[in-house]
């Protein structure tokens, strides 16, 4: 007898109970990894933000510098947003604290707006600017004498 083209008890493709178990897999999967992003990708909102902030603040103390002008960037701490003279305000992504410390370490009223002003020399009023969301924060500090703008990443402290 030829056996050479007979399988002897070996069978192709997958039982119902292997498919069952790659769905139950995969299905968990597709659950339990999207809020494990999630968090990063409010911290790439808001890194990315305090990223823009300090770039319109960059922009606008070149422009006090060309013009031989002073130059303002307006903040609206109530609804958080920023806008460079007359440009269109800018606003920050949802949750997104903003908090103004002046040189003198007092706190600018979380309900007002305030003016950050950047001067001919290239100088400024030198605040320090926090933007939040959840425990994390970035600072943005306004250097007042050269007017260089700084980035740092902290943590907020919960009291």
Known sequence: MNTAGRQTGTSR???????????????LMIALVPPLFSGAVSGT??????????????????????????QVVLLDLKNPRYRAGNAKPESL???????????TGD??????QHA???????????????LSRGNRVYYLQLNWLTGAIEITE???DEV
Do not use: C, W
Not at 51 to 70: F, G, P, Q, Y
Not at 93 to 102: N, R, S, T
């Open 45 to 70: 909102k808001l890194k990315g933000s305090a990223r823009d902030l300090a770039v319109v603040l960059r922009e606008t103390r070149s422009k006090a510098i060309i013009h031989n002008a002073e």
């Open 93 to 103: 992504p949802g949750k997104v604290e903003m908090a103004v410390q002046l040189v």
């Open 154 to 156: 902290g943590l907020r």
């Open 116 to 130: 950050l002003r950047f001067f001919p020399d290239g100088s400024s009023t030198g605040e320090l600017i926090s």
């Open 13 to 27: 493709g997958f039982t119902l109970l292997e498919i069952l178990v790659v769905m139950v897999i995969a299905g």
């Open 107 to 112: 706190y600018v009223d979380e309900r007002a």
